[in-house]
């Protein structure tokens, strides 16, 4: 069948389906507005509270402008 797209997941089943399963996630780096899942519900302390290994990479600019992947797409 069809999955949904990973937004349309909830936060857990990500978590244990995609992250600990499918990709043995040892550990996870996110920026600072990192969020995932329906509502955008999971965040970083979502993540270690479900036993990942997250941490946060803090914001930080390159000639005036901060790096997000919508300017790296750009």
Same mark, same amino acid.
């Given at each position: 069948?069809?999955?949904?797209?990973?937004?349309?997941?909830?936060?857990?089943?990500?978590?244990?389906?995609? !992250?600990?399963?499918? $990709?043995?996630?040892?550990?996870?780096?996110? %920026?600072?507005?990192?969020?995932?899942? *329906?509502? +955008? @519900?999971?965040?970083?302390?979502?993540?270690?509270?479900?036993? !990942?290994?997250?941490? $946060?990479?803090?914001?930080?600019?390159?000639? %005036?402008?901060?790096?997000?992947?919508? *300017?790296? +797409? @750009?």
């Amino acid at each position: 069948g069809c999955r949904p797209p990973f937004a349309h997941h909830e936060p857990d089943g990500f978590c244990k389906e995609v !992250l600990k399963n499918r $990709l043995n996630a040892q550990a996870l780096f996110v %920026g600072w507005n990192f969020r995932f899942g *329906r509502e +955008r @519900e999971g965040d970083l302390a979502f993540l270690n509270s479900h036993g !990942l290994n997250a941490h $946060l990479v803090e914001p930080f600019c390159i000639e %005036g402008e901060i790096v997000s992947i919508s *300017r790296i +797409r @750009e």
